[in-house]
């Protein structure tokens, strides 16, 4: 059975870096498109950074761009989420995804999820 496992997560200050790693089992990893989401409570899950089954596309939203950065190491099926220059808005549960869809990811098309990393940034 597919999993996923997030970790990296925790408290920071403002303008604090924090690296996310996602770690799939279960599954052929580099069929699969990987996306980092994140939560706050009462609000819909939303999309953070994207990136192909080869790592050779990768996808953000605006609100991270220039800022965060995906990457992906297929020989260790591990998915990561490089933040820099945290703001308070940045916090959030951040959840990686796989989908096999020839989509690329979306809340919508994901086939697995994780359980989420906790990143807290305060002033």
């Given at each position: 059975?597919?999993?996923?496992?997030?970790?990296?997560?925790?408290?920071?200050?403002?303008?604090?870096s924090?690296?996310?790693s996602?770690?799939?089992?279960?599954?052929?990893?580099?069929?699969?498109a990987?996306?980092?989401?994140?939560?706050?409570?009462?609000?819909e899950?939303?999309?953070?950074?994207?990136?192909?089954?080869?790592?050779?596309?990768?996808?953000?939203?605006?609100s991270?761009?220039g800022?965060?950065t995906?990457?992906r190491?297929?020989?260790?099926?591990?998915?990561?989420?490089?933040?820099n220059?945290?703001?308070?808005?940045?916090?959030?549960?951040?959840?990686?995804?796989?989908t096999?869809?020839?989509?690329?990811?979306?809340?919508f098309?994901?086939?697995?999820w994780g359980?989420?990393?906790?990143?807290?940034?305060?002033?």
């Amino acid at each position: 059975q597919a999993q996923l496992v997030e970790s990296g997560g925790g408290s920071v200050q403002i303008g604090a870096s924090l690296r996310l790693s996602c770690v799939a089992s279960g599954l052929t990893f580099s069929n699969y498109a990987m996306g980092w989401f994140r939560q706050t409570p009462g609000t819909e899950r939303e999309f953070v950074a994207s990136i192909s089954r080869s790592g050779s596309q990768s996808v953000y939203a605006h609100s991270v761009r220039g800022r965060f950065t995906i990457s992906r190491d297929n020989a260790l099926n591990t998915v990561y989420l490089q933040m820099n220059s945290l703001k308070p808005e940045d916090t959030a549960v951040y959840y990686c995804g796989a989908t096999d869809s020839m989509y690329a990811p979306s809340r919508f098309n994901i086939n697995f999820w994780g359980k989420g990393t906790p990143v807290t940034v305060s002033w």
